[in-house]
């Protein structure tokens, strides 16, 4: 079992950048796939990235393709969502998902294990 922290969310003005971390307990972190999801206000929570235990393989949503880069230090147990020219409509609830699934999966209900989730927000 792994438990997730995010970390590294606030308030930004549009244009700006941000890195989100995800701080995962155990010592089984590198055998896990991760991701990050997102929740805005009065939505469903969408996927935005995901990386392979590895870090070898990263999918991302077209939303975000070209701004946002995840990655991942096993040593340190922690993956992160670096984020650049966010725009309003990035502001949301970030939560960090972990899965051992062998495929590395883009849907939410592929994660086993989520954190609390960091609020991010853009302002214009």
């Known amino acids: 079992q792994v438990q997730l922290v995010e970390s590294g969310g606030g308030l930004v003005q549009a244009g700006g950048s941000l890195r989100l971390s995800c701080a995962a307990s155990g010592r089984t972190f590198s055998s896990y796939h991760m991701a990050w999801f997102r929740q805005a206000p009065g939505k469903e929570r969408e996927f935005v990235a995901a990386i392979s235990w590895s870090g070898g393989t990263t999918y991302y949503a077209d939303s975000v393709k070209g701004r946002i880069t995840i990655s991942r230090d096993n040593a340190k147990n922690t993956v992160y969502l670096r984020m650049n020219s966010l725009k309003p409509e990035d502001t949301a609830v970030y939560y960090c998902?972990?899965?051992?699934?062998?495929?590395?999966?883009?849907?939410?209900?592929?994660?086993?294990?989520w954190g609390p989730g960091t609020q991010v927000t853009v302002s214009s």
């Open positions: 998902a972990a899965t051992l699934h062998t495929i590395v999966e883009r849907l939410e209900n592929g994660y086993e294990y």
